[in-house]
């Protein structure tokens, strides 16, 4: 359905209504939504309010740019029910694997994107951002969108952290152990069976809920194991280290170009695993050595590798910082923005 507009002046740029941080980045053309106070609701009850009120808050606006992760399923439902619904762009799409499960909720999911979700989204979307060419064709299916609606820009692996040398990431060790961390989509199992009676010193970092089967995996290798720390102290304990593992399963989803490119910009050596997720981001032999996912052998063998090997580890990172080109946080935000901007022109053509 062609929804009504006005075609703009020449000089005219797009005003998005933004639910998340990336407002701030895109200042020329976002407007941070001001969310609603909780005020002790349940999550639920939460969801719907704040849904109907970016939705009410966006008369003035081209595009509504909704938290996917929060209520954006709503939001695009609920926007799609509107005799005259406002157009959506979407940004960091990256889905829960759940429609990949082969079980009830895999079946219930997929049940709802065919009869409400994707219609929903064929009605109102006119851009969605994701980080890799496999989720570009993947979403395009899943919800039947034309492939110029979804627009892949990489995620950089440039601009999130300080400098190396900076005072305040000093690390207070020398620099021989293995350092593992993550919330996302982490194979725990494989790092642990990798390590286990080799005598590396490992320091793992993981999530609250991972904690106990953490905990249980360390039982033959003796890691220090940390749990919910903070991102400057996390990125002390990354750049003191000799090796960066990045132990994944297969979830396909979007999954370790954060952790990529943290140990790229504080140049620590990268062992990672081959995954959809790090497709295009991943390049064995110049950013980091790659192995198969859920493969412990190979994980220990490439490890092993660089901590017998100084110099193959100051190799590594000095290729890998190369192959970056420049491309950072900054390049990232310019080219959403020229995205949105195309869009938006396209829209009013």
């Known amino acids: 359905m062609q929804m009504p507009s006005c075609p703009p002046d020449s000089s005219a740029r797009p005003r998005l209504l933004v639910d998340f941080w990336y407002a701030a980045e895109l200042e020329s053309i976002a407007t941070p939504f001001s969310r609603i106070r909780r005020g002790g609701l349940p999550g639920r009850v939460m969801g719907l309010l704040s849904a109907l009120s970016i939705l009410r808050s966006a008369d003035s606006f081209d595009y509504v740019v909704p938290n996917w992760y929060d209520w954006g399923r709503l939001v695009v439902v609920l926007n799609a029910l509107l005799p005259r619904p406002r157009r959506v762009m979407l940004f960091e799409v990256i889905d829960y694997s759940v429609v990949s499960r082969d079980d009830w909720r895999g079946r219930l999911y997929r049940l709802f994107v065919r009869a409400v979700l994707g219609p929903a989204m064929r009605r109102t979307l006119t ?5 890799t060419e496999y989720e570009r064709a993947r979403f395009a299916r899943l919800y039947g969108l034309d492939r110029e609606v979804v627009q892949v820009i990489p995620w950089p692996l440039l601009g999130w952290t300080q400098a190396s040398g900076s005072a305040s990431l000093r690390p207070d060790r020398d620099g021989d152990y293995v350092f593992s961390s993550g919330r996302a989509s982490c194979d725990w199992p494989t790092l642990f069976a990798a390590a286990a009676d080799q005598g590396w010193r490992l320091v793992v970092v993981c999530s609250r809920s991972d904690l106990a089967q953490v905990h249980a995996l360390n039982r033959r290798v003796g890691a220090e194991i940390l749990s919910e720390i903070g991102k400057d102290e996390h990125d002390r304990l990354l750049a003191g280290a000799a090796v960066c593992v990045i132990s994944l399963r297969e979830d396909h989803k979007s999954s370790g ?12 050596p990268v062992v990672a695993s081959e995954v959809e997720g790090l497709k295009g981001y991943l390049r064995h032999g110049v950013n980091a050595l790659a192995f198969p996912a859920g493969d412990s052998v190979a994980l220990r063998n490439q490890v092993e590798q660089l901590l017998s090997d100084a110099q193959a580890r100051r190799a590594l990172s000095i290729s890998a910082r190369a192959a970056c080109d420049g491309y950072d946080r900054s390049a990232y935000f310019r080219e959403l923005a020229l995205r949105v ?7 009013h053509a």
């Open 341 to 347: 901007e195309r869009a938006y022109r396209a829209d």
């Open 257 to 268: 170009q954060v952790r990529l490119g943290a140990a790229i910009e504080l140049d620590v």
């Open 127 to 131: 851009f969605m951002h994701v980080m």
